[in-house]
């Protein structure tokens, strides 16, 4: 009894929370088998143990994170204290973690990829599912409570009202067409991470409304193997997902792992593109909603009217971004009083109240009877982007993607209190970008985009009220050095000089802590001019200090750096901590650590290689290709021969 009760005590104090499990669960010591691993009560997940892992536990909850991402950063801590209380309460229910970055074998056994971001994947009796992103520990807890319940299971579609079809090649062709809308599924059917969206594919669908007289339908199509389907409609990876109208294939951008999210989003794509309303007074109370959004407005005498096709297509591939409305052409009046309605179309775009500025139009109009759909689109786009927007996490990808971007960088604050101050920022930066129409301009909050102010190398010192820089059309960062109480015209001069090429590339430069290797110790500067401006072939690691493992791959080039052969072969080694350096764009770092061969005379043609093969024999192996490559006609061979892969030896990560 008395080890119940310290059970529950500790759920609550570690967890700050109401009682998430029952205390009722007898208090058993868990002894991990000697492949498992425990960190702070964290199981960690490995290729060697991630199946006995989900076989083991009834309830698994898996955080699949690279340890760099700030998202995880700000998460391990609470999730480590409520493993703890688990832990003391569960021992059938476990919180894990894997580092997609480390394990790449595991990774791939469970279908996460380190280029996703934080996710989290919930097994319940061996079965894997999607768990949604949590905005804080009492919420993950209180989801923990709901699923660990003995009665608790898994919603199901049963198969008789499952509206979602299976679809073969032919019916792309034969019965898409028919259909007003329709959403398909293209996954592998033994695809692990198919069957996750599948599975919430479907409780999405089989909860949505019904729209009458709408024909509509929703199917799965297996794409093994089907790289031509695939590649004819855009299907790039799998499992995707793709909307049909009548036919023509169009981009699903929505939620992928939270069936209540996909059911609106389905919905909102279901429903006709545009609102239509009545008179002018219905189209002022709807644009004082729309606080956040551009609202572009179709006039129309006539829906017959060959520009109308044209501006529905514009709306149904645009919604995401802007609101579309549509009215019928405004009642005129001729000379001699009379009144009727005026002929043709217009189509208008009015910026939200929060984007506009002085300098900007409040509407703009295109009224022209040739008008195709790329001019619809391309004024859409030109005019519901303001002279100086903000730009945030929900448009960085789409209204502010274009390259070169000017971004100003300062408090953005829209509440009462704090509204003149962002309207005096936004207002500033409108001012001179009206100088530069040809150039994007948009300030963002310093907070949100902490990673991008530290990119840039800008002072942090509050007495710099804002901070410019440019997003260079190459993906270089180009700086305007700080300077307190900048001027409109300081930041249109800086643009200036930037068109006239004038402003440089930044590159953070820094010292890593010493490294007792004899690979050269590299920074952001002594890469370019040692490595890119020098005259020998060089292997080069790139690692972040918070990735694991780097340091056997540190270890091998330590090795090679005093190996005779190299050292004939006029072979440079290095390593850099791209933590604190930076590197030219050409060199993509999918994640760490990443060793890149940069031959002499090819400087901005490097090969890489990264993951379960870097190891003495997957990087020796690796190196004596790359020279082979530079001399085909050559004996071009490793110092020491490359021998088969030792069996039962560990020689990779």
């Known amino acids: 009894m008395a080890a119940r009760l310290h059970c529950a005590s500790m759920w609550l104090?570690?967890?700050?929370?109401?009682?998430?499990?029952t205390a009722s669960v007898a208090f058993q010591d868990y002894v991990p088998t000697p492949e498992q691993v425990l960190e702070n009560n964290v199981a960690v997940a490995t290729r060697n143990n991630v199946l006995d892992l989900i076989n083991r536990n009834r309830i698994l909850l898996i955080m699949c994170y690279v340890p760099w991402d700030r998202d995880y950063q700000a998460k391990i801590k609470d999730y480590e204290k409520l493993a703890n209380a688990i832990y003391k309460?569960?021992?059938?229910?476990?919180?894990?973690?894997l580092d997609m970055a480390a394990d790449i074998g595991a990774a791939d056994e469970i279908e996460v990829k380190p280029e996703n971001g934080l996710q989290f994947i919930f097994y319940r009796q061996g079965k894997s599912y999607n768990f949604a992103?949590?905005?804080?520990?009492?919420?993950?807890?209180?989801?923990?409570?709901?699923?660990?319940?003995?009665?608790?299971?898994p919603p199901e579609t049963p198969l008789l009202i499952n509206r979602v079809k299976e679809m073969h090649r032919k019916d792309f062709v034969n019965d898409l067409p028919d259909k007003?809308?329709?959403t398909v599924l293209f996954y592998k059917p033994e695809s692990l991470a198919s069957q996750r969206l599948l599975y919430d594919f479907e409780l999405a669908v089989n909860s949505l409304k019904v729209l009458n007289g709408i024909k509509q339908s929703f199917h799965k199509f297996d794409a093994q193997d089907k790289s031509e389907t695939m590649a004819k409609y855009g299907v790039k990876t799998l499992p995707a997902l793709k909307f049909f109208r009548n036919g023509k294939v169009y981009d699903y951008n929505g939620p992928l792992v939270n069936p209540k999210e996909m059911k609106k989003y389905i919905e909102f794509h279901m429903e006709k593109?545009?609102?239509?309303?009545?008179?002018a007074k219905e189209l002022d109370a709807y644009l004082k909603k729309s606080a956040d959004r551009a609202t572009v407005v179709g006039f129309f005498a006539s829906l017959t009217l060959s520009a109308f096709p044209h501006f529905v297509e514009a709306a149904l591939n645009l919604r995401d971004q802007y609101n579309f409305v549509l009215?019928?052409?405004?009642?005129?009046?001729?000379?001699?009083?009379?009144?009727?309605?005026?002929?043709?179309?217009?189509?208008?775009?009015?910026?939200?109240?929060?984007?506009?500025?002085?300098?900007?139009?409040?509407?703009?109009v295109l009224q022209y009877e040739g008008a195709d759909y790329k001019m619809i689109v391309d004024f859409i786009k030109w005019k519901a982007t303001p002279l100086a927007g903000e730009r945030t996490r929900k448009n960085l990808a789409t209204t502010y993607s274009l390259?070169?971007?000017?971004?100003?960088?300062?408090?953005?604050?829209?509440?009462?209190?704090?509204?003149?101050?962002?309207?005096?920022?936004?207002?500033?930066?409108?001012?001179?970008?009206?100088?530069?129409?040809?150039?994007?301009?948009?300030?963002?909050?310093?907070?949100?985009?902490?990673?991008?102010?530290?990119?840039?190398?800008?002072?942090?010192?509050?007495?710099?009220?804002?901070?410019?820089?440019?997003?260079?059309?190459?993906?270089?960062?180009?700086?305007?050095w700080d300077t307190v109480h900048m001027s409109a015209k300081m930041i249109g001069d800086f643009v200036k000089q930037y068109k006239d090429g004038d402003v440089k590339p930044f590159y953070r430069s820094k010292a890593a802590s010493p490294q007792n290797t004899a690979a050269l110790q590299l920074t952001g500067e002594t890469f370019k001019s040692q490595i890119l401006e020098g005259t020998s072939d060089a292997l080069i690691l790139m690692y972040h200090p918070l990735a694991k493992h780097w340091r056997?791959?540190?270890?091998?080039?330590?090795?090679?750096?005093?190996?005779?052969?190299?050292?004939?072969?006029?072979?440079?080694?290095?390593?850099?901590?791209?933590?604190?350096?930076?590197?030219?764009?050409?060199?993509?770092?999918?994640?760490?650590?990443?060793?890149?061969?940069?031959?002499?005379?090819?400087?901005?043609?490097?090969?890489?290689?990264?993951?379960?093969?870097?190891?003495?024999?997957?990087i020796r192996q690796f190196l004596k290709e790359q020279l082979e490559k530079l001399a085909p006609n050559a004996e071009a061979q490793s110092p020491r021969p490359v021998a088969e892969k030792p069996k039962n030896v560990k020689t990779e990560l």
């Open 273 to 279: 593109p545009f609102t239509s309303l009545a008179d």
């Open 552 to 618: 056997l791959a540190q270890s091998v080039l330590n090795d090679f750096a005093q190996d005779p052969g190299y050292k004939r072969q006029k072979v440079v080694f290095g390593e850099l901590d791209v933590s604190i350096n930076d590197i030219p764009v050409s060199f993509e770092l999918p994640t760490y650590p990443v060793i890149y061969f940069i031959p002499k005379n090819h400087k901005r043609k490097p090969t890489k290689i990264t993951g379960d093969i870097l190891g003495e024999y997957g």
């Open 327 to 364: 009215m019928s052409t405004p009642v005129v009046s001729n000379s001699d009083g009379e009144t009727k309605q005026a002929e043709g179309w217009t189509m208008a775009v009015f910026l939200p109240k929060r984007q506009h500025t002085p300098d900007d139009e409040k509407k703009s």
């Open 89 to 97: 309460a569960t021992p059938d229910v476990s919180l894990a973690k």
């Open 13 to 21: 104090h570690c967890a700050s929370l109401a009682l998430m499990f």
């Open 133 to 153: 992103d949590y905005t804080d520990i009492k919420e993950l807890s209180k989801k923990l409570k709901v699923i660990a319940a003995p009665t608790w299971r």
């Open 403 to 480: 390259r070169p971007l000017v971004v100003v960088y300062a408090k953005v604050n829209w509440t009462k209190s704090h509204r003149k101050e962002t309207e005096y920022l936004r207002d500033k930066v409108a001012s001179a970008a009206k100088d530069h129409k040809d150039t994007l301009f948009s300030f963002s909050d310093s907070t949100a985009f902490a990673h991008e102010v530290q990119r840039f190398g800008f002072d942090m010192d509050p007495k710099y009220d804002l901070h410019v820089g440019i997003l260079g059309a190459n993906g270089e960062y180009y700086p305007r």
């Open 180 to 182: 007003y809308f329709s």
